[in-house]
């Protein structure tokens, strides 16, 4: 009998759980994927759970950007306590999707003491996305750093008219509203 290793397991989740409707309505959406299984997020969660923190199997998944559940499960993998500021800002870079990024910041970066300045460190670099995930990652930080989060969301508020100003503008009433209550 073959013994499979972590990874392999992993896929082999991914291809017994597989709907091909939820798949092409992804890749037609434009998804940048080679590999779409069509896995709903409950069903990564699932795996997530079974399979517990494990570093090297969050990398190696990671890495596979061609596979959209291998982006969005890695960060539900990865021990927040081995995640480096450096990492980080390389996993940002390295998301292919606004799917992957916001999974990464909900599931992993605002979980960790540097979220804050991964935002800043994002705001300012020229990595494409890199503004996306900052202010997708204010978002998760409203409840614990609002305070922080709201002139770093106006400053890109003032940026222009594209989605991710609209979307810091959004986050500054969302903080306006919950001042208010």
């Known amino acids: ?5 972590d ?3 992993i896929k082999r989740r991914f291809f017994a759980m597989r709907n091909g409707i939820i798949a092409d309505t992804i890749r037609k959406s434009g998804a940048p994927y080679r590999m779409i299984f069509g ?5 990564i969660d699932e795996i997530a759970r079974e399979t517990g923190k494990n570093k090297e199997l969050a990398e190696k998944l990671h890495a596979d950007t061609s596979t959209r559940e291998s982006q969005l499960l890695a ?3 990865m021990p927040e306590e081995e995640m480096t500021p450096e990492k980080a800002i390389g996993w940002i870079a390295g ?9 990464l910041c909900h599931r992993l970066l605002r979980r960790l003491p540097f979220a804050l300045d991964t935002v800043e460190q994002a705001l300012n670099s ?3 996305n890199a503004r996306y995930a900052a202010v997708r990652l204010m978002w998760n930080l409203i409840p614990s750093h609002a305070d922080e989060v709201y002139p770093l969301a ?11 100003s609209l979307l810091a503008r959004n986050l500054m009433e969302e ?3 919950l001042r208010e209550m």
């Open 7 to 9: 990874l392999q397991i």
């Open 126 to 128: 020229d990595i494409p």
């Open 95 to 103: 998301a292919p999707s606004h799917e992957a990024i916001d999974i």
């Open 1 to 5: 009998m073959d013994k499979f290793n």
């Open 154 to 164: 106006s400053r890109e508020a003032s940026k222009g008219e594209d989605a991710i």
């Open 175 to 177: 903080i306006d509203f």
């Open 39 to 43: 896995l709903n997020l409950p069903q």
């Open 75 to 77: 960060p539900m993998l």
